[in-house]
């Protein structure tokens, strides 16, 4: 089965802090998270690094997934780990530890099938390494970008994102991101300035109210799904550029309406992911329980 | 006319500050929104209390719109003065002074004319007084009640508010209030736990975000309309809850699609209020273009 999607990102085992209960080292990062949800809906190739400690377990469940792994490298040293915890609001994460290590030196290289990818996900990396692949691959259809405060805030990165904004189809931000990337303070002036700088759609994660697209086609808000329990966060945005992603991808149809039904998958899947830790979600999850999810969610936009 | 609806709130003077400029005792109160955005849908009775400094032209601009003013008291004494001001993201505003005057002794006096209305809104007031209300009127169809943190954290006003939850058909928070008044810090379970506390039906208003609804029949976000520009958020919540109870109070229908509807046209009403100072853009507002700024939200929830 030929490529149909591609992700670039970062593989990690992430220590988690909840006021529940702690794990530790368990599998994450954003291809991980990007490629587990989008597998739902088409075959994806994954390019990112791990270390010598990354569990063959974790390899096999992402292939089971039916994901291609040749853009996956295997090097000397450890896998980046990440240690964060969420108060009982379950909002913003608090980092304990960052270890880079063997992402630090990561040079993302896209096996020969991936480049004629029609969908490609440059997920939260170093804005000269998306620049990188954007140069690599044969034009995509659809070229998403996600980034952070991080890139955004230093100069350096900075003006290379925003070198590389014109070339983005979707741009995703969270709230706080696009008012750092904009200059604007409300949520409508940042939504026009960043539609200005490039990018042709745009998506603002917006946590527990949703998220929502802006472009020449209008705007339109996608509500979060009210998870009973939330377990762990990390990975819902992740997750809902997976399903928004995935759904183009698997209909090819990039129509308005198109758009408007992905920002429905996003949804659904970043609220499967945080009902439990890691991408234990999907585990034992059915494409059925998916578009119930989504049919749910449907269901909260309709006025009549 | 029968009065449809009634309001029972506060009349204020407000000093405005924003980073633009600042406006000095300009016309503004819960009960003056409100009363002044239902006027568009419906014949609204108010309730409030003015001192001998409240203009003659505030009275006549509230009676030009229709508004009866027989539950409208004018007392010795200075009417409430509230001074605050917003950053630039016209996010919660600071107050800088709170002079209650007149209505720190308010006692809301309901003319006989207004006791059988089917429409009741309790604008955010004293507890004991909403109850006061409550136990005047004859039976209304629908009552719908707004609070503040004020209320909320206070031992003895929480206790009176939590008494009468269970009359309350539709209650109105904000992000903040339903949390400290559930307990609960993430939005999901506030509002499963806000609904088992009594009120039919929530309403959680949530700024530049729009606002959700939630009660058996499900769960609906109103998108908030991008306004170019923000000139004072002062009132958008009352706004809001009078473009609710408004379109509701019209046609009289109180189906599901009903309350999804007059969602939308709260959330028109607050996009409309807050394009100019206190409640200027109503002056020369036409119900045209109220009906297309609702069809313009209305287009931002259609998924196909």
Known sequence: MTVNMVVVGSIALDTIKTFRE?????LGGSATFFSTVASFFTKVGMVGVAGRDFDNKHIAFLRERGI????????EGKTFHWAGG???DFGDATTHTTELNVFETFDPKLPESYKNAPFLFLANIHPALQKKVIEIVNKPRLIALDTMNFWITNPQTHSILISILPHIDVLFVNRQEAALLSGE??????????????????????GELGAMTASKDGWFFAPAFPCAEIVDPTGAGDSFGGGFMGALAEKGDLSPASYRKAMLYGSAMGSITVEDFSIDSYRTMTRGHIDDRFAKIMEMTKVA
């Open 86 to 88: 969420y108060g009982e």
């Open 185 to 206: 303070r409300t949520l409508a002036r940042a939504v026009r300035k960043l539609l200005e700088m490039g990018p042709k759609r745009l998506v603002v994660k917006l």
């Open 68 to 75: 291609d792994m040749s853009g996956f490298e295997q090097v």
């Open 22 to 26: 702690t794990r530790e080292r368990i």
